[in-house]
């Protein structure tokens, strides 16, 4: 044992010092220092423009990555297409033609000449629509290079300048065919003939993006390998068996095979090696001369394997995996460290919900889920804006994102944050049913025949596919492929993906053809698969049996004053007003412009709104309820009717007013805490048409010897306890216990009342909670609009560098502090703070109660002297200086 463990020893330090000599690998961005200019305004070429004699001093700095409408907006060449109505300031590429929004783009940097074995290389990820590429006055591409959805690279090595400097020219076209946004769903469209973005000719949530994101919209990277280059690496994880999160597991099996290229003009010979949880793997290969090769290792029993779960089943740990080729002269010729999660997908089809359901290491996992389109609509897109919106859906409680199919593939960085956060991707391929044929549409140029066939360059969108599978294949978090949004690419686009492309690039992964298709979710309902949208009474979520696995089903979204006034004129904020006798809602242009969705009755049961704040604020008391009651009433039905659901929509790349869980700047709405609420893991909730006190149990532990607490308060905030039982459930599944409608009905009859709802363990700690406040006979919470201002006790100090801990406490004797939101503010502006992310907000405190909300502020850095804003139905308005004692 000893003699092994030295060998091992031995054979790590070998590694270590191989890792430390070697070739000078290096990878950077070119992210800085871009010029730009109108292809129309220059007559000379790529091979003048190029060499860096060249002056472009008189050029605009460029956006890099970005498009030609953020480097315009970053001159002040447009004004701020997300405020008010300036999107129509900005000329649209449908009427001025490809050539306006056609641009060269040029970059200078310093790069030495390579040493003996260098190559050096030059990376896109990606540019739209097609581009020709220049480097000191020799032209890369043969022919344009065009996809928007394709990486690609050139070996530099001999382009370089001797004397270190050097000049890149691309110039880039917009998308062959732009499309006209003339109020459809994609315009006319003809965009989805592109192997591109189809939302850019406007939606019913969005207005036209008007360059359609031309440009070098993604990273481009330079970077510097020995004669071989590690590329496509492929990792996959089977954890066979039923596991679970807690205690020792089983090996995992790890299989990873690569690709290498040797560019160099002579055989080379070497060791390929991985190492994972300390562990060397390793293979001898030999390459010819200018010759690339693909390398499988044999499979690799991982130990007692740290194994990746979906948010609320368990932890999500990650795994570093460092890949290498060592050549014989024992130089490092590349290297790559990806981080994966040991996790085994799987699907089955569910006989009794008839439906598909998600088993993540062998354990069925209920879906819930958000759409998502993209983050930016310009393609402003950033690791940390990721982090922060996929970690907002980890704070909805929510398992899983549906990338919608009229936007991208998207990048790896939003893919880290799912894997970071456990949340599940449903990746759509590119197409729509709006704009690819499905249905007739007055408002589409082609008929339904001709648009079935787009894209117009079939050949185009498989190499997109192979290209973007490889880049986000390693992924624990991406769980399922699907064909297309609503409707299935074209047949031999379909054949090709399902029995060619993904069994050959990704085969452990389930793929769906489209995603409402019959083997998704059998649709015996009728319909189109999903729905309903738009604000639903809660009976609905509750007892209208929809869709098995709904991937759409959603309400409204309208975030409130404060966020409003980011994007309206002050002239502009005005609420919308419902007549409940025409069924018409009156409603401000700027509003319209911004896909304002009506919330008709909803509001005026809390009272006729005064002003457009407070309009917003009642609109939150909506947009809760919605979203609580929605995950409230599928989870209810959980592997009875359904095996998930998928809302529509949890997030906007516009300042839109509708579908969002937080807005545009990141300040989240009353939808988020709703959802938070509805869809913890272990809930206990009250079906308002029976009057059921239910529980639902999304965790794989059972839970014994709770007590079910269950209280109403009036709205002078009187206690009245109904009853409380001893309560047990089990994992994975909902439970009915009792049910109190006779008594909340007549109880709350007059005036409404509040129901509160307690598991509390064996110490009488709350486990979990909720409160409803329930509607008086007619419907109408007149009882709210009665209650006596509250006497709530606020405090909020630091408890750690980023992190604040506010505390609410009312008085046993007074009334309710009735749907409070918190928000940490600039102490002297006002203004909020973003992003932040709050533990629990829009909270009621009941008389005698205390409550603890931590308040995360990392990302703030400390710039700003902060304070907690408290405002609420019936607390006044105030600041809470925060104490950093």
């Known amino acids: 044992m000893k003699l092994k463990k030295s060998k091992l020893i031995l054979v790590n330090l070998l590694f270590t010092l191989s890792l430390s000599t070697g070739y000078a690998q290096t990878s950077y961005e070119l992210n800085s220092g871009w010029k730009c200019a109108p292809a129309g305004n220059l007559k000379n070429t790529g091979y003048e ?12 700095p460029a956006v890099v990555p970005g498009t030609v409408l953020t480097t315009l907006l970053y001159n002040q060449k447009v004004p701020d297409p997300f405020f008010g109505m300036n999107n129509q300031q900005i000329q649209d590429i449908y009427k001025t033609g490809r050539e306006y929004y056609t641009y060269w783009f040029v970059k200078d940097f310093r790069e030495a000449p390579v040493q003996r ?3 050096v290389y030059l990376n896109f990820r990606g540019v739209n629509y097609s581009c020709n590429i220049y480097l000191n006055g020799h032209k890369l591409n043969k022919t344009a290079q065009k996809g928007m959805f394709l990486r690609f690279n050139y070996n530099i090595t001999s382009y370089l300048g001797k004397t270190g400097s050097n000049r890149l020219a691309v110039l880039v076209y917009p998308p062959d065919v732009a499309g006209n946004p003339n109020g459809g769903q994609g315009g006319d469209g003809t965009i989805a003939r592109n192997v591109g973005l189809q939302y850019t000719a406007g939606w019913d949530w969005i207005q036209p993006v008007r360059d359609r994101n031309t440009g070098i919209w993604d990273k481009v990277t330079i970077e510097k390998t020995g004669p071989v280059r590690i590329t496509d690496t492929h990792i996959i994880t089977l954890v066979p068996g039923i596991r679970l999160p807690q205690g020792p597991q089983k090996p995992a099996i790890i299989q990873v095979s690569t690709e290498l290229n040797n560019a160099s003009a002579v055989a080379v010979t070497g060791v390929l090696k991985y190492e994972l949880d300390g562990k060397i793997i390793s293979k001898r290969v030999s390459l010819k001369p200018m010759s690339s090769q693909s390398v499988s290792f044999d499979d690799y029993k991982l130990q007692n394997p740290k194994l990746w779960w979906p948010n609320g089943y368990g932890p999500q740990d990650l795994y570093d995996i460092k890949v290498s080729l060592v050549t014989n002269g024992q130089k490092v010729s590349d290297r790559r460290v990806l981080k994966i999660g040991v996790r085994q997908l799987s699907s089955e089809f569910n006989e009794h919900t008839g439906s598909r ?9 209920f879906i819930k889920g958000g759409n998502w389109i993209i ?3 310009m393609l402003r897109l950033s690791d940390k804006r990721y982090d922060a919106e996929v970690r907002f859906h980890r704070d909805m409680n929510l398992n899983l994102i549906r990338v919608w199919g009229g936007a991208m593939i998207e990048r790896p960085e939003f893919y880290d944050a799912c894997d970071k956060y456990g949340i599940l991707v449903f990746q759509d391929l590119w197409g729509s049913g709006d704009c690819n044929g499905r249905w007739q549409d007055p408002m589409k140029l082609d008929d339904q025949w001709a648009r079935r066939k787009y894209p117009d360059d079939h050949k185009l969108f498989l190499q997109s596919a192979e290209d973007q599978i490889k880049m986000v294949r390693n992924h624990a978090s991406l769980a399922i492929w699907c064909g297309g949004n609503e409707i299935t690419p074209p047949e031999d686009i379909l054949t090709a993906l399902r ?9 452990t992964r389930w793929f769906v053809d489209y995603s409402n298709s019959d083997s998704m979710s059998h649709n015996t309902l009728g319909g189109n698969g999903d729905g309903p949208y738009g604000i639903q009474p809660l009976s609905i979520f509750w007892e209208h049996r929809t869709f098995p696995f709904n991937s759409e089903v959603g309400s409204v979204g309208l975030s409130d004053y404060e966020s409003l006034k980011r994007f309206i004129p002050a002239n502009n904020l005005i609420s919308p007003v419902y007549d409940e006798v025409t069924r018409k809602t009156t409603t401000d242009s700027v509003w319209d412009y911004h896909k304002y969705i009506g919330y008709d009755t909803s509001i005026s049961k809390y009272g006729k709104a005064k002003n ?10 909506v947009n809760y309820d919605q979203y609580r009651g929605l995950a409230e009433g599928f989870s209810s039905h959980m592997w009875d009717w359904y095996t998930g659901f998928i ?3 949890t997030q906007n790349p516009w300042t839109a007013m509708r579908g969002q869980m937080y807005d545009y700047y990141l300040d989240p709405n009353a939808c988020l805490y709703g959802l938070h609420n509805g869809s913890e893991p272990l809930h206990i909730m009250y079906n308002p048409v029976n009057g059921m006190v239910m529980a639902v149990n999304n965790t794989f532990k059972a839970r014994r010897s709770m007590m079910l607490v269950v209280k109403t308060y009036d709205m002078a905030g009187r206690e009245n306890l109904l009853t409380q039982v001893f309560a047990d459930i089990g994992p994975t599944t909902s439970k009915r216990y009792f049910s109190i409608k006779s008594e909340i009905d007549k109880i709350a009859a007059k005036e409404g009342v509040f129901l509160s709802l307690q598991l509390l363990d064996e110490e009488k700690k709350p486990i979990t909670e909720n409160l409803y406040w329930i509607a008086d006979h007619t419907g109408n919470y007149s009882g709210l609009q009665k209650m006596k201002q509250s006497n709530l006790l606020a405090k909020a100090r630091s408890i750690h560098p980023g992190l604040v801990e506010v505390t609410l406490e009312n008085g046993k004797n007074n009334t309710s502090a ?3 939101r918190i928000s940490l503010v600039d102490a002297g502006a006002g203004s909020r703070l973003l992003p932040v992310f709050y533990s629990d907000n829009y909270v009621t405190i009941l008389p005698g109660e205390k409550k603890t909300i931590i308040v995360d502020c990392k990302s703030i850095n400390g710039k700003n002297k902060s304070a907690i804003a408290i405002n609420g139905w019936n607390t006044e308005q105030r600041l809470v200086p925060i104490d950093t004692n």
């Open 117 to 119: 074995g260098e190559q």
């Open 612 to 621: 457009a704040e407070d309009f917003a604020f009642k609109a939150q008391l």
């Open 49 to 60: 423009l190029s060499n860096t004699k060249f002056s472009i001093a008189a050029w605009m």
């Open 357 to 365: 359901q998600i088993e993540v290491n062998g354990q069925k996992i």
């Open 375 to 377: 983050s930016d609509e």
């Open 818 to 820: 009735f749907f409070n």
């Open 499 to 507: 029995d060619t492309i993904l069994p050959r690039l990704d085969n």
């Open 647 to 649: 809302i529509w929509k």
